[in-house]
């Protein structure tokens, strides 16, 4: 079994990885890699000096609650090819575990991106970004997850269900992540839309 292993040194889920190749179909994998670029390119995701990557994106595999997302330590990449996504087949909250298929294991917020899927089948696709001017400016002021409940735990995945609960969420569809510093999150039903709700935080 291989486990996720966050940057505090504690295992918050675990990750059952089954190693395979995986084809993803271009109609997915396109825009996905597209504007993970234009989210590297703006150092919404990336890595910090010491080696450790943040930020991450998804996009669900229609009609399932199946999706791809950026792999663990892919955050200092500039560019990122089909091996670079595995695919989260499964993922248990009370069981604080996820199943993928691929190369490379999920990130460490699969459980928050799956928590976000679980809410509403139109959802289509998921940017987690770090930017702490953002994050800074919008504390608070966006829906945001309660302040002590920590990233890549059961505890942030029902959190989040909680929050995409509320109207405003729905509305704006981006929120903050209160307990990880920097941390905002967007969805949308396609990647572009996920990713320009980030990219409009930037013009209010």
Request: glycine share 8%; net charge negative; with cysteine.
């Amino acid at each position: 079994m291989n486990t996720v292993q966050p940057d505090d040194g504690y295992i918050k889920f675990a990750c059952h990885l089954i190693p395979e190749k995986i084809e993803i179909p271009s109609s997915l994998f396109d825009p996905l890699n597209f504007w993970r670029e234009e989210m590297w390119q703006k150092s919404f995701i990336g890595a910090y000096p010491d080696g450790i990557g943040f930020g991450n994106i998804s996009v669900r595999i229609p009609n399932s609650d199946q999706f791809y997302i950026s792999g663990s330590a892919t955050g200092s990449l500039p560019e990122l090819v089909q091996i670079h996504y595995p695919l989260v087949k499964k993922c248990d909250l009370l069981q604080n575990t996820i199943w993928c298929h691929g190369l490379i294991k999920a990130s460490s917020e699969s459980m928050s991106h799956a928590a976000i899927y679980s809410c509403n089948p139109e959802i289509g696709s998921v940017v987690h970004i770090h930017n702490r001017k953002l994050w800074e400016k919008n504390l608070n002021i966006l829906p945001t997850t309660a302040c002590e409940i920590e990233y890549g735990t059961p505890e942030m995945a029902y959190e989040i269900i909680r929050l995409m609960g509320l109207p405003e969420t729905q509305n704006r569809k981006v929120f903050v992540m209160g307990g990880h510093t920097e941390g905002i999150v967007a969805f949308g039903k396609t990647v572009e839309e996920a990713a320009r709700r980030i990219l409009e935080l930037e013009a209010d």
